[in-house]
């Protein structure tokens, strides 16, 4: 059985896992120093689409954990990648907030406001959808476009115990109407995700740790990709019974702190 420091590279989670809401999880700082002080790869993701990149790792660097853009992967990079190779300048109807469509610009697409010029639907978290979008999305899937979106979460949990609508339910929305399935989520627990991160980590999936509070997207994209995983009982992790969750972590930890290498 492998330890919990047999691994060349970490990937972490954010919300619930690295930081919760404004503040940092206790020892979180310390534990990812420790990781990168001796040589191991981190890198951060993110299913939520509504911020970018450059934002997260903004946050992480004021909270003390030092973050360029590009240690930062989430859910629109991995959908505008997947799409700029398998559907090459593109027409994209989007339903989605400003990171999301500068990701797809970025990665070649063309977007446009008729549904009935649209290769593709992109629905993702969209603070403005609207019965107008809905019915957008569906003249355009009837008209023969295809659905895709940036991640399957269908609430989103905020300070407070408070929870609201997230990209999951916006898609549940267009597949009822449309009785077009989406035919694919980048974001965890999507392998689209991983193989990028894995990419860019430079690493094989066996020597990379997945660390989450989140078993049925967290654990579920680690173990989906291959790599060793580990669940923090911090953030959600403590409110569902792991005997209900889809698959078992490899680790259990009270929170990140316990990474750190002494």
């Given at each position: 059985m492998r330890s919990l420091?047999?691994?060349k590279a970490y990937l972490f989670d954010l919300d619930g896992t690295v930081y919760l809401g404004p503040g940092l999880i206790p020892g979180a700082d310390t534990a990812i120093a420790s990781l990168r002080a001796d040589g191991r790869r981190v890198m951060f993701l993110s299913n939520k689409p509504i911020s970018t990149r450059a934002s997260y790792a903004e946050k992480l660097t004021r909270?003390?954990?030092a973050a360029t853009e590009a240690d930062v992967l989430n859910s629109s990079l991995a959908l505008a990648t997947y799409l700029e190779r398998e559907l090459p300048g593109a027409r994209a109807y989007a339903i989605a907030e400003a990171p999301v469509i500068e990701d797809l610009v970025a990665a070649g697409m063309r977007i446009v406001n008729e549904p009935l010029e649209a290769d593709v639907v992109v629905a993702s978290w969209d603070r403005d959808f609207s019965y107008r979008k809905l019915d957008h999305a569906l003249q355009a899937i009837r008209n023969g476009a295809r659905l895709v979106a940036t991640n399957p979460d269908v609430a989103c949990p905020m300070a407070g115990d408070v929870y609201v609508p997230d990209c999951g339910?916006?898609?549940a929305a267009i597949e009822a109407c449309s009785m077009r399935p989406v035919d694919v989520f980048a974001g965890k627990p999507s392998t689209?995700?991983?193989d990028l991160a894995l990419q860019r980590l430079g690493v094989a999936a066996a020597d990379c740790?997945?660390?989450g509070d989140r078993v049925n997207t967290d654990i579920l994209f680690g173990q989906n990709a291959g790599m060793g995983t580990a669940l923090v009982l911090?953030?959600?992790g403590r409110l569902t019974p792991l005997e209900e969750g889809p698959c078992r972590p490899d680790f259990v930890l009270e929170s990140i702190a316990e990474l750190t290498l002494v």
């Amino acid at each position: 059985m492998r330890s919990l420091h047999d691994f060349k590279a970490y990937l972490f989670d954010l919300d619930g896992t690295v930081y919760l809401g404004p503040g940092l999880i206790p020892g979180a700082d310390t534990a990812i120093a420790s990781l990168r002080a001796d040589g191991r790869r981190v890198m951060f993701l993110s299913n939520k689409p509504i911020s970018t990149r450059a934002s997260y790792a903004e946050k992480l660097t004021r909270l003390g954990i030092a973050a360029t853009e590009a240690d930062v992967l989430n859910s629109s990079l991995a959908l505008a990648t997947y799409l700029e190779r398998e559907l090459p300048g593109a027409r994209a109807y989007a339903i989605a907030e400003a990171p999301v469509i500068e990701d797809l610009v970025a990665a070649g697409m063309r977007i446009v406001n008729e549904p009935l010029e649209a290769d593709v639907v992109v629905a993702s978290w969209d603070r403005d959808f609207s019965y107008r979008k809905l019915d957008h999305a569906l003249q355009a899937i009837r008209n023969g476009a295809r659905l895709v979106a940036t991640n399957p979460d269908v609430a989103c949990p905020m300070a407070g115990d408070v929870y609201v609508p997230d990209c999951g339910a916006i898609v549940a929305a267009i597949e009822a109407c449309s009785m077009r399935p989406v035919d694919v989520f980048a974001g965890k627990p999507s392998t689209l995700m991983a193989d990028l991160a894995l990419q860019r980590l430079g690493v094989a999936a066996a020597d990379c740790l997945m660390v989450g509070d989140r078993v049925n997207t967290d654990i579920l994209f680690g173990q989906n990709a291959g790599m060793g995983t580990a669940l923090v009982l911090t953030g959600a992790g403590r409110l569902t019974p792991l005997e209900e969750g889809p698959c078992r972590p490899d680790f259990v930890l009270e929170s990140i702190a316990e990474l750190t290498l002494v």
